[in-house]
């Protein structure tokens, strides 16, 4: 773990790998010596971002930020192990043009592609891509694939897809290169909702099998 100064009212934590960061968050929101001094807890795929609130410098920060024993040791870090907390659920038609492609890359049928992708919970590790976009880490690990070799210029609004150790679906039409399995019509990001993203870091995500 390394300790890196971002700005002048940032630190940014920087771990080994993306179990790693959503442990290391939910060990820092609710520390309450870091509580007191943040503003923001901000995790990313191998980070996490602690912005401080004004008038506390980063030196400060640095002085309460645990060992990374204690910080690993105090985070969940239990990936798709029925976390306590908010849980949305989102159903998912399983018409993808990539389900079939999804099923040869695993190994599995593509009906079991869709029991894997449905039985077990996902966890929002971290946003971004685009407004609205979690990136959902501890599900079946057999659903691990590459994105595609030729990336799309268009994904619809909804696609449901795979890529490396992350699912997650597209908040709006834009391109995209990750595999696509299914479809919903969850709205993901609403800019008169409160607040508009409707997953947030450290949400539990299940996915539902949907006839239409």
Do not use: C
């Not at 309450?32 to 401080?52: F, N, Q, S, Y």
């Not at 696609?159 to 995209?176: C, D, K, N, Q, T």
């Amino acid at each position: 773990m390394r300790l890196l100064p971002y700005g002048d009212r940032g630190l940014l934590v920087e771990l080994a790998d993306t179990a790693a960061a959503v442990s290391a968050a939910a060990a820092l929101r609710t520390d309450t010596a870091v509580a007191e001094l943040v503003a923001d807890v901000v995790p990313g795929a191998r980070t996490v971002l602690l912005v401080a609130r004004p008038g506390v410098s980063v030196d400060r920060l640095r002085t309460v930020v645990p060992d990374e024993k204690h910080l690993l040791g105090a985070g969940n870090g239990a990936f798709g192990q029925g976390l306590p907390g908010p849980e949305v659920i989102i159903p998912v038609v399983y018409d993808g043009p990539d389900l079939a492609a999804v099923a040869e890359l695993t190994g599995l049928s593509a009906e079991e592609v869709v029991a894997a992708h449905t039985a077990t919970s996902w966890q929002v590790a971290f946003g971004g891509f685009a407004p609205g976009f979690a990136y959902l880490v501890g599900g079946d690990p057999r659903l691990r694939v590459p994105r595609r070799d030729q990336p799309r210029t268009t994904v619809p609004a909804g696609s449901v897809g795979l890529a490396g150790e992350f699912s997650g679906v597209y908040p709006r039409a834009s391109p995209g290169g990750w595999q696509l399995i299914g479809r919903t019509d969850a709205v993901l990001w609403d800019i008169e909702r409160d607040p508009p993203a409707l997953l947030a870091a450290g949400i539990t995500v299940r996915f539902e099998a949907s006839e239409r």
